[in-house]
Every structure is written in structure tokens, then in C-alpha cells.
């Protein structure tokens, strides 16, 4: 069975609320065969986000022509969008392009494997990230909203100081809302950093079975205009993560067709936490 925090039910209603789909009437279809798996919805997305083909084991011929069939009646749809999950099927891809006329980008995953001890998966940090987080633990302190521990003043604190870091309202209200319902029903939690009791950093981090899903973070940045908390922040999460005894923490995910500057140096900060890199595929009609 798929698992992915962005795919869990409790995400769902965020974004439906994100994607403006909140008021429309949207069938939802999967297909569970033994060795694949189709998620997607009557709008040729899942909610906003790509459909899912998730791939249990290596294909026959016969699996392969039968997705075709399965795709086929979704690809006229406008908002067409197909990942292709679990295992990598280049023959598959192909005939998606060829016989469909799909067309195909590059999905990099980059995820910490947290099966190892803490100290282990330190070590694998950026060299100057292992010092920079010694250095805030020094006059930073970290508090993580979770369950009972949630405390609404914190989650305020968090979304203005993206707000600032932004310098603007990136979404709606109601999204922070549906965010902090997650929190409290135990399906993300956040981290919050502090100098005294104000919050110079924060991050959202989605849940599924097996996964912590780095979902949004925001910053302070000092007065050389360097970010500030934001290693120890992510840290702290990793560490949270592992006390939930989840397998994998997914910090990067990225369509490398689109990628600009930003996006390229986010990724390069991001990759600085360790981890290893998964190539997955893309598929849409644009």
C-alpha cells in the first residue's frame, strides 16, 4: 500500500482548501491490483497534487498494457499529473509517451533513512551544519508541538514569522487551522526555536505511517542576512522523527524541470542534512 504524509486522509483537507477545490464535488479512484496501484481522482489529479502509480514489483507485459488502459481515460483531463512511485519502470514510461503522448520530467527524492543512530546520521551532515548546530544550542531553546503539547500561541508566533519571512500572506488562514488540527490529532508536529520567547524559527512536518514529511519552515535570518535556528531546527525534527520511531524523512522533493536559482540553492541546503537521493518519474499531458 502507498505511504506518503502528503497522501495521508488528515492532508487532504488542507489541500483541498490550498488548491481552491474545497466546494467542488471530486470523485476519488483507486485501483488496487496485486502488483500496482492507482490514485488519482475525477479531476486527473489527486486533490492538487499528482496522481500516484505506485508500483509493488517489477512489471509482466500484460501489467504494463493493462495501466495503459487504466491511464488512458484520465490524460485529456487539464489537469493531467502522474508520478510514478515504488518501482521504476523505464518500458512503462515509454509506452506512456509513445502510445499515450505523454510527456515525461525527473522527480529528485532525497530522504534520511532513520534506522541508524542519531549520532550516526549526525555525522553525515555538512561539516559546517554540525558546528552551526552547536552553536544555537547555545542560546537557542526548541519546543515541539505534538498531540497534547500543542500550544496555539507558538503556532501563531510560527505563521507570523513566515509571514515576515515571506513578506506577505502566502495562504489562507485556513490552512494554518487545518495545520494545527494535524498537530492535534497526531498527524504532524512542529518545531519551534526560540531566543528568550521570541520564535526566530519554526517548521511543519506531515505524518504518515511510516514517514515525516518536511512540510514548511520559516525563518529569522541575522543581520548579515544569514538564515538563524534553521539547522538546529531541523535537527530537532529528525530527532522527533526517530522518537516516533517512523522509518524515512523526506526532506527534499523536486521536479527538476522547473528548478531556478532558489529552488537550487534550497535544494543544495537541504541536501547538507545527509540522506540519499531516489529518481522517480513524472508524467503529464502539458
Not at 544569514?226 to 522518537?243: D, T, Y
Not at 537550487?264 to 547538507?272: A, L, P
Request: charged share 25%.
Amino acid at each position: 500500500m502507498f505511504d506518503h504524509p502528503l497522501y495521508h486522509k488528515s492532508n487532504i483537507e488542507y489541500q483541498l482548501n490550498y488548491s481552491k477545490l474545497i466546494n467542488q464535488e471530486i470523485e476519488e479512484i483507486n485501483v488496487n491490483q496485486e502488483n500496482f496501484e492507482f490514485i488519482s481522482t475525477s479531476d486527473g489529479n489527486y486533490y492538487g497534487l499528482p496522481s500516484i502509480l505506485y508500483l509493488k514489483c517489477e512489471l509482466a507485459k500484460s501489467d504494463r498494457s493493462n495501466i495503459i488502459e487504466i491511464i488512458r481515460p484520465h490524460i485529456n483531463k487539464p489537469r493531467f499529473n502522474l508520478s510514478l512511485r515504488g518501482i521504476q519502470d523505464e518500458e512503462l514510461v515509454a509506452k506512456l509517451i509513445i502510445e499515450l503522448g505523454l510527456q515525461s520530467s525527473l522527480l529528485l527524492i532525497r530522504s534520511i533513512r532513520l534506522n541508524q543512530p542519531l549520532a550516526l546520521l549526525r555525522s553525515s551532515f555538512r561539516k559546517s551544519y554540525k558546528s552551526l548546530i552547536n552553536q544555537q544550542k547555545k542560546n537557542i531553546s526548541s519546543k515541539v508541538l505534538y498531540a497534547e503539547s500543542f500550544n496555539s500561541s507558538d503556532w501563531e508566533g510560527f505563521r507570523r514569522l513566515h509571514i515576515e519571512s515571506a513578506k506577505r500572506e502566502t495562504r489562507s488562514r485556513e490552512t494554518w487551522d487545518i495545520q494545527a488540527s494535524n498537530i492535534i490529532s497526531g498527524n504532524a508536529y512542529a518545531i519551534v526555536l526560540l531566543r528568550g520567547s521570541e520564535i526566530i524559527a519554526g517548521g511543519y512536518f506531515l505524518l504518515s505511517d511510516k514517514s515525516v514529511y518536511y512540510g514548511v519552515a520559516a525563518s529569522a535570518r541575522d543581520n548579515m542576512g544569514a538564515l538563524v535556528g534553521s539547522h538546529l531546527m531541523i535537527f530537532n525534527a529528525i530527532e522527533f522523527a526517530q522518537h516516533l520511531n517512523k522509518a524515512f524523512f523526506i526532506i527534499s522533493e523536486d521536479d527538476i524541470s522547473y528548478l531556478d536559482e532558489k529552488v537550487r540553492n534550497i535544494m543544495k541546503y537541504k541536501y547538507g542534512f545527509g540522506g540519499e537521493t531516489e529518481i522517480m518519474y513524472n508524467i503529464s499531458n502539458r
